[in-house]
Nanobody, 122 residues
């Protein structure tokens, strides 16, 4: 089992940047496809970005968000640029047991962090 802890959230203004981190403990993160999801108040959790064990990635916020992983630091990152008020949400990191690609559905992940709040003011 892997434990995930997100950090890096906060209150920023529109146009600012943030980098979220997801640190894993008890298991090496290189074993897992990883993902970032977000959940705004009153809405369902939605896919943001995912990265495979080999480093291939995809994201739903083209041109502004980038996912990356540093296996040596056992950490996955989400770089968020040009933030907008509609990006306001709790951001969650997730890990999946096995798999050779990236995954974009909530049910495809086995472990979740507790989330970090991102609030973007206009």
């Amino acid at each position: 089992q892997v434990q995930l802890v997100e950090s890096g959230g906060g209150l920023v203004q529109a146009g600012d940047s943030l980098r979220l981190s997801c640190a894993a403990s008890q298991r090496t993160i290189s074993m897992y496809p990883m993902g970032w999801f977000r959940q705004a108040a009153g809405k369902e959790r939605e896919f943001v970005a995912a990265i495979s064990r080999g480093g291939g990635s995809t994201n739903s916020v083209k041109g502004r968000f980038t996912i990356s992983r540093d296996n040596a630091k056992n950490t996955v990152y989400l770089q968020m640029n040009s933030l907008k008020p509609e990006d306001t949400a709790v951001y969650y990191c997730a890990a999946r047991n096995g798999g050779s690609t990236w995954y974009s559905a909530v049910h495809e992940y086995d472990y979740w962090g507790q989330g970090t709040q991102v609030t973007v003011s206009s």
